[in-house]
């Protein structure tokens, strides 16, 4: 190579330093500008506009949100969309758990681009959230909480994770799709008392869920087989190779709106909190229901929370309302008509009726713990006698 071949190759180089740190500086002093745009709480800021909602009297404290901490677990179709919601609602952390990479095949739904495949979703996430609302605090997590050491990682930050770092995080989403995780969101949740909502989409992309589990009061992940949409559709006909079956961004968004809008009205204290919204794409129909704790839960930690919430409620004071006899219109019976209480208690949660359109995902084992303790007890004999037979043989 010439020396004029040499200088005129070093000229080009510096000239491609000199555009990318001009770049480097103007996107530099972009995000500085949206930094302080962010923090002025005026009518004519895009990152405000949300303030209005106190104003219109929807919310008695909108700006509250900032001090709140929400923890994101899983990445995907309807994980990335939520974790953008809530940062365009100016949330004030989030916490972003997944270890699977952005792929080609996610561009079938909204907020990854082509250009990050092959990067970590929660470090992708992360940059195009930044960019979206510098005021957000992110902390990012590229492992699988289902290993034993992560899963104990996985619990501390959701314990001291909140913005503050001195106490858990005001609410868990799971957007995973897959039991084990949702097993290892319910563990937590139940041994740390952690309020959390599990949402889900269904393999046919056609219909999802939201569920809002409150440890001890209503049902956690183990008390019950969750519940699905019923679509009436054979599960042959589903193919299995990859992620998932199916993916359409739009029944993802929807799932991801429903579960935001309850999020929020949950941290905000307004409107009325779904505990369990389905969804099905294909007849418009959304059923609804809630779901009582099982009083046989194979999970120790939902039985010890069961017993607290059962203490916290006998402790409250019971209001007595008198009530205004009514005057009776006709005091005799001419046709002995009598009004019969036909209301069934629902003790058991296996043994309630579900709302049309809903179905279990799996049948659960007919055994319980109460059944295994009646089943030893069928002889009668009392611990001694048993322990006398036992010497003799």
Sequence with gaps: MSTVEELKARIEE???ELAEEKSNKSAGAHRVKIAKMSAEVVDSNPYSRLMALKRMGIVDNYEHIRDLTVAVVGIGGVGSVAAEMLTRCGIGKLLLFDYDKVELANMNRLFFQPHQAGMSKVEAAEVTLRDINPDVEFEVHNYDITKIDNFQHFMKRISNGNLQGDGCVDLILSCVDNFEARMAINTACNELGQNWIESGVSENAVSGHIQLIKPGETACF??????IVAENIDEKTLKRDGVCAASLPTTMCVVAGLLVQNTLKYLLGFGCVSCYLGYSALTDFFPTMLMKPNPHCDDSFCMKRQTEHKEKVAAQPIEVKLEKEEEIVHETNEFGIELVDETIE?????ESHLPQGLVYAYDAPETSKKET????????ESLEELMAKMKTM
Excluded: N, Q
């Excluded at 183990?222 to 519940?227: D, G, K, Q």
């Excluded at 629902?346 to 296996?350: A, E, H, R, S």
């Excluded at 303790?373 to 009668?380: L, R």
């Design 222 to 227: 183990t008390c019950a087989p969750p519940l």
């Design 346 to 350: 629902d003790t058991d949660i296996k």
């Design 14 to 16: 510096l000239e491609k």
């Design 373 to 380: 303790e009646d089943e030893v007890d069928e002889t009668g």
